[in-house]
């Protein structure tokens, strides 16, 4: 998209700053499978990663730059700090997209300068300038952040955004990096930047934001009706600590109330024309991988995206929806891609083909090997159920394709517990080496004598810090899935596992964290062995 004034650019960074959530680290080629997702969700910029941080993250920038960076793509950009080599290391690994873009940052707050950089306010106006004009001997499109812009003085903030507009920045980024201010504090900051900046006139004014106090979307909203041409957000709104702005909010907040918002953007206030340039039929569908992928789940309550969105519970407003939906929903559930498709399409007898074509309905495209592999799964889910929905399809996908290696293997799960019973969990595990281990254990509960099985074979150190239990669809025989986080040392790492025994999917989500806390400790001995 253009970078027209009456439009909104939407900047996803749910790659980069998304998958700081904790214990939602991904692996190149599901950043890949998201990168296309929101490619078709049609965002105008994904910041694809952080090159120079590690090997992992250049290989994955790099990828979704010759992947999905083609010419009509979107942009794909990534983060460098004012450093020449996070610089360098960013322009070599965004060399195969099409359309790329080099976002450099430095902190600018007192705060920061004092205590983080230990510099003084000239010396990181003079880095600023020097960095920036060092990104554009790379790229032409280059974005400049001043971080903890919302606690900087705001006359220095004018001076390091003029210089920088002036050393060849193309967008210049406010962030509310700790997530502190408030609706009428950031308009008034954004105003202040497009009426005090003498040449802002000549980059796009973006914004960057994290929800601490819940206030993200809406500072976001009032950055728009102040000067804010590009908003920096991410899918279900993950990210460091409490998350960042969540796209599906901003997006659909433009989208219904854009008569609203036309005035700020210079259009008649009758207007019907989109903000955006996204396919809010997408949004989903987008959210649905992102949370599958991350393991982060999706609270029911959350706006947009959220289980409970389009549930109506009140006796009062399900009378309402029935006669009109308009009597209690602002926005029709299918302009983000939920249709009557989620009820029964495909059972027991369905063949290949039917279910091949319904995946890629709901976004999924998978290798001949992954297709058989889900279909194989699905045969088995629909022995066990009358109904299969879009849900339980997804579930299926999400549990049988791009998982970690299977290093360790669940072979066999037993529960033996009652209310007069001592739960008792036998466990049997093909290890690393090819061999087949069995151990039982006593717990307090059939998940925890599971678990404290599984930990006999396996001696892997960790600590459990989360177990959640989601039903994927409605019913008795509903597909349950089952996500957990364990913590080793300072990481967090995540499995996710889906079935209609929900015993069954706590033991597999558990060998699967497993499994990526092993691979990790695994290659951290390789790298010591070989003195990296």
């Known amino acids: 998209m253009e970078n027209s004034k009456d439009r909104i650019i939407i900047f996803d960074t749910t790659l980069r700053d998304g998958e700081q959530s904790p214990g939602a680290t ?43 960076g083609t010419e009509n793509g979107p942009i794909i950009c990534s983060l460098a700090r004012a450093i020449k080599a996070d610089i360098k290391a960013a322009a070599e690994a965004l060399e195969p997209a099409a359309n790329a873009r080099i976002h450099t940052f430095i902190s600018t707050s007192d705060i920061h300068l004092e205590y983080q950089l230990k510099k003084s306010r000239a010396e990181v106006l003079d880095i600023a300038q020097e960095m920036v004009a060092y990104a554009k001997s790379f790229k032409d499109d280059v974005e400049f952040s001043p971080m903890d812009a919302v606690r900087t003085d705001s006359e220095y903030l004018y001076q390091v955004l003029e210089a920088a507009i002036a050393a060849g920045a193309t967008t210049v980024n406010i962030p509310d990096t700790v997530g502190y201010t408030t609706p009428t504090e950031f308009g008034a900051l954004i105003k202040g930047i497009c009426n005090n900046v003498p040449n802002i006139d000549q980059a796009v004014v973006s914004v960057h934001g994290h929800n601490d106090l819940g206030l993200a979307v809406a500072n976001f909203l009032e950055a728009v009706k102040n000067g804010a041409r590009q908003l920096e957000c991410t899918i279900n709104g993950i990210g460091e600590r409490a998350g960042n702005a969540a796209l599906e909010e901003l997006v659909m907040a433009l989208h219904v109330r854009r008569q609203y918002f036309n005035p700020f953007l210079g259009r008649p206030e009758e207007s019907t024309e989109p903000l955006t340039n996204i396919d809010t039929q997408q949004i989903y569908k987008t959210s649905r991988l992102v949370s599958n992928r991350t393991g982060v789940i999706v609270q029911p309550n959350k706006a947009i995206v959220g289980a409970n969105a389009f549930a109506h519970e009140s006796g009062i407003h ?109 466990v049997t595990l093909r290890t690393p080496n090819g061999e087949e281990l069995t151990d039982a254990a006593i717990g307090t509960g059939p998940v925890d004598a599971i678990y404290k099985a599984i930990n006999r074979v396996t001696n892997i150190p960790n600590e459990l810090i989360e177990f959640s239990v989601q039903s994927v669809t409605a019913g008795i025989d509903a597909i349950g899935e089952v996500t957990i986080r364990l913590r080793h040392n300072d990481r967090i790492y995540s499995g996710r596992a889906a079935n209609t025994d929900i015993i069954v999917a706590s033991a597999k989500a558990y060998v699967k964290a497993l499994n990526r806390l092993y691979a990790a400790l695994q290659e951290k001995k390789v790298k010591s062995q070989v003195g990296v």
């Not at 889910?381 to 299969?388: G, L, M, P, R, T």
């Not at 290696?405 to 037993?414: A, D, M, N, S, Y």
Request: charged share 30%; aromatic share 6%; hydrophobic share 40%.
């Open 26 to 68: 991904l692996n190149v080629e599901e950043k890949l499978e998201i990168a296309h997702s929101l490619s078709r969700l049609g965002v105008d910029i994904i910041e694809a990663g952080f090159a120079f941080a590690s090997p992992g993250d250049f290989e994955a920038v790099q990828k979704i730059a010759a992947q999905v």
């Open 318 to 426: 399900q009378d309402g929806v029935l006669k009109n939906k308009l009597t209690y929903e602002i926005m029709d559930a299918e302009s983000i891609g939920l249709t009557d498709n989620q009820q029964i399409i495909l059972g027991k007898h369905s063949g290949r083909n039917a279910f091949r074509t319904r995946l890629t309905e709901l976004g999924f495209e998978l290798s001949e090997t992954d297709l058989n592999k889900a279909f194989i799964r699905f045969k088995e889910v629909a022995d066990k159920k009358k109904e299969i929905t879009d849900w339980d399809i997804e579930a299926i996908v999400s549990d049988e394709i791009r998982q970690p290696p299977e290093l360790f293997r669940l072979e066999l799960v037993q529960i033996s517990c009652g209310d007069r019973a001592q739960p008792t969990a036998t």
